[in-house]
């Protein structure tokens, strides 16, 4: 199982940018970025498969957020753009897909520890 570690996490104002990273201690056939709220349910709001390099977003990111990755070095980003508010979470990272809804969390089987992105003026 691949060991995943987030960094890059922080404050920011609304409407700026953050970029979190994810490290992977070996390959995956997919990654995916949850955020969850204290009393939430984690969210899946990106994904993308390594075989085909299909990105999926949950729609309240669409079009602001951004999943990449630098394949030389295992290392997976979020680029997050225009943040809001209610972007405000812990963002976590995933890999290992082992089911077909590539944006649940339980379909994952590896995760990394999190890192906080606040979002406030």
């Known amino acids: 199982q691949v060991q995943l570690t987030e960094s890059g996490g922080g404050s920011v104002q609304p409407g700026g940018s953050l970029r979190l990273s994810c490290s992977a201690s070996g390959s995956t056939n997919a990654v995916a970025w949850f955020r969850q709220a204290p009393g939430d349910r984690r969210e899946g709001i990106a994904a993308?498969?390594?075989?085909?390099?299909?990105?999926y977003y949950r729609d309240s990111v669409k079009g602001r957020f951004t999943i990449a990755r630098d394949n030389a070095k295992n290392v997976w980003f979020l680029h997050m753009n225009s943040l809001k508010s209610e972007d405000t979470d812990m963002y976590y990272c995933?890999?290992?897909?082992?089911?077909?809804?590539?944006?649940?969390?339980?379909?994952?089987?590896?995760w990394g520890q999190g890192t906080q992105v606040t979002v406030s003026s």
């Open positions: 993308i498969r390594t075989a085909s390099d299909s990105p």
């Open positions: 995933a890999a290992d897909l082992v089911a077909d809804d590539i944006l649940a969390p339980t379909s994952y089987r590896a």
